[in-house]
Nanobody, 123 residues
Framework: QVQLVESGGGLVQPGGSLRLSCAASGFTLDYSAIGWFRQAPGKEREGISCISTSDGSTYYKHSVKGRFTISRDNATNTVYLQMNSLKPEDTAVYYC????????????????WGQGTQVTVSS
């Protein structure tokens, strides 16, 4: 079973930036993708960006495309989410998830989850 630990959340002003990290351990070939999800109060969890751990193919939800960048460091089993031009509507708990297929992961959810990290965008 893969373990996922997120870090890097916090409070940032609109227009600011944050970088989230997801450290994975116990990774197996059953998990071919890692992604970032978020859940705002009163809303369902949504997949916002996912990446293939083999070839780096990526998926972005339309609302974050051009502002967020997902990347991976296979040497340290860490996936990053660079978030720029943050907006108040980006406020949510951000989760790291693992599963198979980077598009499938973002659209349907994963098999393993981290504990989440809070991101608040407010002036």
């Amino acid at each position: 079973q893969v373990q996922l630990v997120e870090s890097g959340g916090g409070l940032v002003q609109p227009g600011g930036s944050l970088r989230l990290s997801c450290a994975a351990s116990g990774f197996t070939l059953d998990y071919s993708a890692i992604g970032w999800f978020r859940q705002a109060p009163g809303k369902e969890r949504e997949g916002i960006s996912c990446i293939s751990t083999s070839d780096g193919s990526t998926y972005y939800k339309h609302s974050v495309k051009g502002r967020f960048t997902i990347s991976r460091d296979n040497a340290t089993n860490t996936v990053y989410l660079q978030m720029n031009s943050l907006k108040p509507e980006d406020t949510a708990v951000y989760y790291c998830g693992a599963g198979s297929g980077w598009v499938r992961l973002c659209l349907l959810g994963g098999d393993s989850w981290g504990q989440g990290t809070q991101v608040t965008v407010s002036s």
